[in-house]
């Protein structure tokens, strides 16, 4: 089983900085994706960034230039720095990583997801 736990998300005001980051464990053999997604009130989910385990990534529009993931691919972890937040930011922030997991001696994918943390920009 893999677990991922997030944490760094608070309230902060508008053009301010936050860091989240996600810590995987588990029986985890590798991991090739990992990403952070978010979810604002009354929407779907939405992609915000991924990084692959050769550290391509990937954003969204509306975060390009603001935002920067990056992952450790030793520690399993992964974090995302968010720079001149916006009103428009605010959300719940979910790590998710998929790979490979060792389960009763087989190898097997997994595509987990953490808890969430809510991040909040307003004045």
């Known amino acids: 089983q893999v677990q991922l736990v997030e944490s760094g998300g608070g309230l902060v005001q508008p053009g301010g900085s936050l860091r989240l980051s996600c810590a995987a464990s588990g029986s985890i053999f590798s991991i090739s994706v990992m990403g952070w997604y978010r979810q604002a009130p009354g929407k779907q989910r939405e992609l915000v960034a991924t990084?692959?385990?050769?550290?391509?990534?990937n954003y969204v529009d509306s975060v390009k230039g603001r935002f920067t993931i990056s992952r450790d691919n030793a520690k399993k972890t992964m974090d995302l720095q968010m720079n001149s937040l916006k009103p428009e930011d605010t959300a719940v922030y979910y790590c998710?990583?998929?790979?490979?997991?060792?389960?009763?001696?087989?190898?097997?994918?997994?595509?987990?997801w953490g808890q969430g943390t809510q991040v909040t920009v307003s004045s």
């Open positions: 998710n990583a998929v790979g490979t997991h060792v389960s009763d001696s087989n190898y097997r994918r997994f595509d987990s």
């Open positions: 990084v692959s385990s050769g550290g391509r990534t």
